[in-house]
């Protein structure tokens, strides 16, 4: 962390604790450069990061002082999806997004991407250098079907800080928690299979039902505490459903981290029923709070739960070293991740296995957290300042993704289609859902440095949702004009 940025988190700290009271000025930039010993620039900066975040407000000739208090808008209610099975549809709108991801003219908000531009990964740069100058005998070579026992080792110490414990050998590489996730369905279900999952659900982890003939069938889930033990046991009772899938860690697109208590409660009901999880842990480090909160798999005593997850969003999604902790089901995971794509490559897997091993790995989780806990901050202070009245925000404990509800007559998949043709990507809530529900919700990524650019666009989508509200037939002309006066 930057000394500006630590500044302004200690600043931060003390209005909330009601040190610095609402309206009250704060020091000047010469009294907090002498009383921290920083330089004045780096007060202005903290002071500037403050200002961004809608903590205080600049009065000319003043100084600086503590923001009025706003009510913060209400957090999303209980989901009500229907409740019975379905073919997952939005294909084509999916695809439209995963060709926007190599246009650099797009300003992708719908995207899930990480930073990847820290310093904090450099090590790992000069990591995946090394291996390739003194290791090209190992890294042209077919790698075992488990991975490489450098990196299960690795991950296994890792699980260890979420109450999970495994050996290497209960670990399996695979290519991204995508693939680990694929894998972990193939060898449970079949075609024509009914899977539970939270509603709403990250739009791929849909799409890969679809693509396996795999019915959906969406549970109500509480954007605070996950989805319902009551309405997954409903559903348990009325349908013949293989399995659940959880990501009940840093939710996404809600963010919520679920109760341990809750979490042992979908436990108790799978060993009930007989099921399967497949626990989705992809942003599980990235939980705001330390320790990491507990995956279910860690109370896991007959094999039933499926830990999937990978270095895609803590690190870099390039690397595609992902992992399954198969359980019960390891010789069916092994088999179809051979029937599927054989081994992994070498090359990145030794980097990362280094990586994390000299503790590298960790330093960038802390710096990335703290990064990604301001972000949110200030994307939902920008949604506040942007949008209409009535909204609705999720209140992340962890990842970077922010869930955004809209008045009922906003329909973001017509907007989305209008910010498309202005180079504007966002993600429209209804790809989160089988059945298309949400279509007045969209999932925003907060992992974009919140800079003047991301700003001014944040600022030209809360326009064309005005416009979408007030004259839906002229909202494309309307916010054509508004982008293109701001690109002059």
Not at 138 to 151: A, H, K, T
Not at 347 to 365: D, N
Not at 414 to 425: G, M, S
Request: hydrophobic share 40%; aromatic share 8%.
């Amino acid at each position: 962390m930057t000394r500006y940025q630590h500044l302004a988190d200690l600043l931060a700290a003390r209005i909330e604790q009601g040190l610095y009271g609402e309206k009250e000025k704060l020091p000047s930039v010469r009294t907090l450069s002498q009383q921290h010993g920083v330089s004045i620039s780096t007060v202005q900066q903290a002071y500037r990061l403050l200002e961004s975040r809608r903590l205080i407000v600049p009065q000319p000739r003043s100084g600086y002082f503590v923001a009025p208090r706003q009510a913060l808008p209400p957090v999303p209610a209980m989901t009500r999806p229907a409740q019975r099975p379905v073919e997952v549809t939005q294909w084509d709108q999916v695809l439209t997004m995963l060709d926007a991801r190599h246009d650099k003219t797009i300003t992708a908000f719908g995207g899930g991407s990480p930073d990847v531009e820290q310093p904090t990964l450099r090590p790992l740069w000069r990591e995946m250098s090394r291996v390739i100058q003194h290791n090209p005998g190992e890294i042209f070579s077919y790698d075992s079907l488990p991975g490489r026992r450098e990196l299960r080792e690795q991950i296994a110490r890792l699980m260890l800080d979420g109450g999970t414990i495994a050996s290497a050998d209960d670990i399996v590489v695979t290519s991204g928690c995508h693939a680990a996730l694929s894998i972990a369905l193939l060898a449970v279900c079949k075609p024509g299979d009914i899977v539970a999952v939270e509603s709403p659900c990250y739009y791929g982890t849909m799409q890969m039902l679809r693509g396996f003939d795999i019915k959906a069938i969406e549970i109500p889930t509480d954007p605070q505490t996950g989805i319902s033990v009551e309405a997954l046991e409903m559903a348990l009772e009325q349908w013949p459903i293989k399995g659940v899938i959880l990501v009940a860690n840093c939710n996404n697109p809600l963010g919520f981290v679920m109760p341990d208590a809750r979490k042992r409660q979908v436990l108790s009901l799978a060993q009930r029923y007989d099921i399967a999880i497949f626990e989705d842990d992809i942003y599980g480090e990235l939980a705001n709070d330390y320790p990491r909160p507990r995956t279910l798999k860690s109370w896991d005593i007959d094999g039933r739960v499926l830990l999937c997850s990978s270095f895609t969003k803590t690190v870099a999604p390039g690397l595609r070293v992902g992992w399954v902790v198969p359980g019960r089901y390891r010789d069916r995971v092994l088999h179809m991740k051979y029937a599927a794509s054989a081994t992994n490559v070498p090359s990145t897997q030794l980097a990362v296995a280094a990586f994390v091993r000299e503790g590298h790995y960790h330093r960038h989780l802390r710096k990335m957290r703290q990064i990604y806990q301001a972000n949110i901050e200030i994307y939902s202070g920008w949604c506040r300042q942007y949008f209409p009245c009535g909204i609705c925000l999720t209140r992340p404990q962890g990842g970077y993704m922010l869930w955004v509800e809209l008045p009922e007559e906003v329909d973001m998949v017509c907007v989305a289609t209008q910010l498309r043709r202005l180079k504007i990507q966002v993600a429209p809530g209804s790809l989160f859902s089988a059945s298309g529900k949400y279509r007045n919700c969209l999932r925003i990524n907060c992992a974009l440095p919140p800079d003047e650019k991301h700003r001014a666009v944040m600022a030209q989508l809360g326009e064309a949702i005005y416009r979408a509200i007030e004259a839906p037939e002229e909202s494309v002309v309307m916010a054509n004009g508004a982008i293109n006066g701001f690109r002059q």
